[in-house]
């Protein structure tokens, strides 16, 4: 069987259509049944406009970079990519081959 992993890399304060981006692509990931979904949060980074974003100790971070990863079926991640694209405006979404060794 052939697994996907897809990654999608937003900002953490960045809006969607009902509030935070990253909680309406996990619901949108858990409405779809989707089985996992792990969000991991970066403490530096910057995207295509160049703005660096950073964990301060002086000042509240704004902006620090989220990665949602899930692995799923090729077909699976192929059906969810035309909804992600009209959810995902300003983030990055990448698709990698994964070989999946052992899962439960």
């Not at 949108?28 to 991991?40: M, P, Q, R």
């Not at 980074?45 to 704004?62: E, M, N, P, Y």
């Not at 620090?64 to 300003?90: A, M, N, R, S, Y």
Request: zero cysteines; hydrophobic letters at 40%.
């Amino acid at each position: 069987m052939n697994y996907k992993l897809l990654s999608i890399y937003i900002d953490e304060d960045e809006k969607g259509e009902n509030g935070l981006l990253y909680k309406e692509v996990l619901a949108f990931l858990t409405e779809k049944g989707i089985e996992g979904a792990t969000v991991f949060k970066g403490v530096f980074g910057w995207g295509h406009d160049k703005v660096i974003h950073t964990v301060s100790l002086l000042r509240a971070s704004s902006g620090l970079p989220l990665k949602i990863e899930i692995i799923e079926k090729e077909e699976v991640i192929e059906g969810l990519l035309p909804e992600l694209k009209k959810i995902i405006h300003k983030g990055l979404i990448t698709i990698s081959e994964v070989q999946v060794i052992h899962r439960p």
